[in-house]
């Protein structure tokens, strides 16, 4: 459970705090792999809560996850194709949908120890 979270603040502090900077010809591959990252963020966050969560499968769909984004990126480049709006739609509805799972088992919990 704490291996998403752990990986979302080392990422931000890493990004706040480092003065790396990258050729605008990269963005939308970074912004893709940022996409991956939160998908796999939120995933992991709510199968901690879900009492599911496995690093392995975490780990491995992140890396997955990721590669397939990147990959679908560059044949779109150089297709002259943009295949990133497809991976940006799939990921932002899984990143929504698990956001909202997140929030209805924690507000689930916060009624329940309310109501005691």
Do not use: E
């Amino acid at each position: 459970m704490m291996l998403p979270i752990i990986g979302l603040v080392a990422g931000i502090i890493i990004a706040l705090f480092t003065p790396l900077r990258f050729p605008i010809d990269y963005s939308q591959y970074i912004a893709i792999g940022i996409l991956a990252a939160l998908d796999c963020v939120f995933g992991g966050i709510r199968a901690g809560l879900q009492g599911t969560f496995d690093s392995t499968v975490f780990i491995s769909g992140f890396l997955l996850n990721t590669a397939l984004a990147t990959a679908l990126t560059m044949v779109g480049d150089k297709l002259g194709v943009d295949l990133v709006l497809g991976a940006t739609v799939a990921f932002s509805i899984r990143i929504f949908t698990n956001v909202g799972i997140i929030r209805r088992h924690i507000l689930d919990k916060w009624f329940k120890k309310s109501l005691k």
